[in-house]
């Protein structure tokens, strides 16, 4: 689940509810009968269950879940008639029949000031002292909201279906998304097994957002890679009215009466959403919890975590064109649509700028929170105003979506278009301002990666250290005046010096981030082989090349350690590596890599000079056979 910034959790008492009923727990018409002594236990303990309940609520509020009673625990197997027991190390303990288990679920998405097991360890104290004091043969233990979802991550779906069999005591609505999304599940999976994919539970439940009347949203991905009797729509049609049906069916039995929204995709048409960027897809990542996966939706939640799946610029530029289409468009319509051309035609441009700024686009309900958190609050780059003509908009549109707002009035459908148009003046605005300060930072790390590169230049031209200040300096007296580098990029060098001039002083222009970076292209290039140039001939000076039959071979020196390459020529060049000692032999050959070579160069500082002792000639034989010939100037 997406951590939230700050707690809005509160531990006050609440006003506590029975979960089902109203004097005591019952069964919903049509659910499976509990087991005669759980009923039983039950209704004779209600009084002590809710003292116990009313203590957690009051003590921990909102932080509570739900409360559920469990089934007791199976009895050991016994030995069959006539047959006597098996002996154990341990005798195994017969369960208590007056023992009363409770699970009880605990919220920690908002915890920020101690760790997970902390928090577990506190919870599960305090909770176990509250059954205690209420009651010896209750049996209390706790778990935490996060360590559900996490196991469901894992594929772990045993906690799940612990919740699905227990009779709630108290519920804020997520036992029962969990109860009747398992039983729903597992109706989906023993009936279409092949081609299931996952079944993922999200919408406000897994979003922290869910009240005790939300709907229970769950999605479920088909596989459609190998239809052959029948087209892809016939299969998606099919399936999703049979798995509507078990969704009522579900219902029917466990007694919730939340609606039970099923969404049914086929992977073909998932994959496409994926690709155009579709925000509900995108949310559905973000916040999904699966309840069952085949290896589909976890890779792709952790590749959003990643970063790795990005909203196209094609998609970006279809969100923005949308805004300007809606608003033409809009005043030619009835006015009893004109509300949702308006709405869209400020919240896709609002998504698409979201979008350039670096993030996927958001749901429609969040857009406004996630719009005032990154450019009123952080980035200052919008004023408050626009923010709440975009949640007036969705407001208006959910009053008309509910009923609980009739009609428009021809005023209030001027007002939506004269606000539509102002907030798309402004987004346009808002774009260059994105783009702008995108290029501030492009400028800034364009500066830094030339002065990094001139820097490591002067150190091959002996200048260990330079300040910022002496740099360019450096550059025109050790490299441009000598005639290393030519005149030219001196120019090139000034106008980026001058972008990062103007852009500490917010005064940078899309003019002056074309010339900076139009001129460091060229420049870099130069500098990079400029540099190669110079540490090739430099590593001449290392080599020892050598003829051995019809084969070049070369031993190269590197202050300590010595890389010999047996075949110069040869497409896969064996590469061996040896320690040189203090009287200038080669120490024992060991296997070496291309690679290893190549980091071995980076990270060398070249010597002046190279010195070949009298041992390693003895050691060329060696290696190469007696016959080996030293090359000179080749």
């Known amino acids: 689940m997406a951590k939230k910034t700050k707690s809005n959790k509160s531990v006050k008492p609440k006003s506590v509810k029975p979960a089902k009923g109203k004097n005591e727990p019952q069964l919903p018409a049509g659910a499976p009968k509990l087991p005669p002594e759980l009923e039983k236990k039950l209704k004779a303990l209600k009084t002590k269950l809710d003292k116990f ?15 559920t009673l469990l089934p007791p625990p199976k009895q050991p197997a016994q030995a069959p008639q006539g047959q006597a027991p098996q002996a154990t190390k341990k005798e195994e303990k017969k369960p208590n029949p007056d023992e009363i288990h409770v699970l009880v679920v605990v919220d920690d998405t908002t915890s920020k000031k101690m760790s997970k097991d902390e928090l577990h360890h506190k919870f599960s104290s305090i909770i176990g002292k509250f059954a205690e004091e209420t009651d010896k043969n209750i049996k209390a233990q706790s778990v935490l909201l996060t360590d559900i979802w996490q196991n469901s991550y894992d594929a772990k779906y045993d906690m799940n279906k612990m919740v699905s069999v227990g009779a709630p005591i108290y519920d804020t609505g997520m036992l029962a998304a969990i109860k009747i999304a398992e039983i729903h599940k597992s109706m989906v999976i023993k009936k279409f097994d092949k081609y299931i994919l996952s079944y993922v539970l999200a919408g406000s439940l897994t979003q922290g957002r869910a009240t005790a009347t939300s709907d229970i949203d769950v999605w479920i991905v088909i596989d459609d890679t190998d239809v052959k009797k029948m087209t892809r729509a016939e299969l998606k049609d099919k399936l999703r009215a049979i798995i509507i049906g078990m969704g009522v069916e579900a219902g029917e039995m466990t007694g919730i009466k939340n609606k039970l929204n099923i969404q049914v995709y086929i992977l073909t048409d998932f994959w496409d959403s994926l690709k155009d960027a579709n925000p509900i897809i995108f949310t559905l990542l973000r916040d999904g919890v699966p309840f069952y996966d085949r290896g589909i939706f976890m890779p792709w939640k952790q590749l959003l975590r990643m970063g790795r799946i990005k909203p ?76 709440e003509i975009l949640k007036k908009n969705v407001q208006v549109r959910k009053e008309i979506e509910h009923g609980t707002k009739k009609e428009l009035s021809g005023t209030e459908l001027d007002e939506l278009i004269k606000n539509a148009e102002k907030y798309l003046e402004r987004i346009k605005k808002l774009f260059k301002e994105i783009e702008l300060m995108h290029d501030k930072k492009s400028v800034v790390v364009l500066y830094d990666e030339i002065i990094t590169i001139i820097r490591d230049v002067l150190k091959l031209e002996g200048i260990e250290k330079a300040q910022d200040a002496e740099i360019i300096k450096l550059f025109e007296d050790e490299l441009i005046s000598t005639g290393k580098v030519p005149a030219r990029y001196l120019r090139d060098l000034n106008e980026i010096i001058e972008a990062k001039k103007k852009s500490d002083k917010k005064k940078l222009t899309k003019a002056d981030v074309e010339k900076a970076r139009k001129g460091s292209g060229g420049l870099i290039r130069f500098l990079v082989e400029y540099m190669q140039r110079k540490r090739g001939r430099e590593l001449e000076r290392t080599k020892i090349k050598v003829k051995h039959g019809d084969k070049y071979g070369e031993v190269i020196l590197l202050d300590d350690l010595a890389f010999i390459i047996h075949d110069i020529d040869a497409k896969e060049k064996r590469i061996e590596k040896a320690k040189i000692n203090e009287d200038g032999s080669l120490g024992t050959l060991k296997d070496s890599s291309l690679e290893e070579f190549e980091k071995a ?19 060329l034989k060696n290696i190469f056979g007696r016959d080996v010939q030293v090359l000179v100037n080749y």
């Open 312 to 387: 196209s610029r094609e998609a970006i530029d279809l969100f923005m064109s949308t805004g300007e289409q809606s608003v033409k468009r809009i005043k030619l319509k009835m006015k009893d649509m004109g509300m949702e051309d308006t709405f869209y035609a400020i919240l896709t441009p609002t998504q698409a700028a979201l979008m350039l700024y670096g993030i996927p686009p958001p749901t429609p309900k969040e857009t406004p929170e996630v719009l005032e958190e990154i450019f009123v609050k952080r980035e200052k780059l919008l004023e408050p105003e626009y923010v």
């Open 601 to 619: 160069l980076a990270s060398l500082k070249m010597p002046k000079r190279a010195f070949i002792k009298e041992p390693v000639f003895e050691d």
């Open 53 to 67: 309940k009313d203590k957690v609520v009051d003590k921990f509020g909102d932080y509570i879940v739900g409360i």
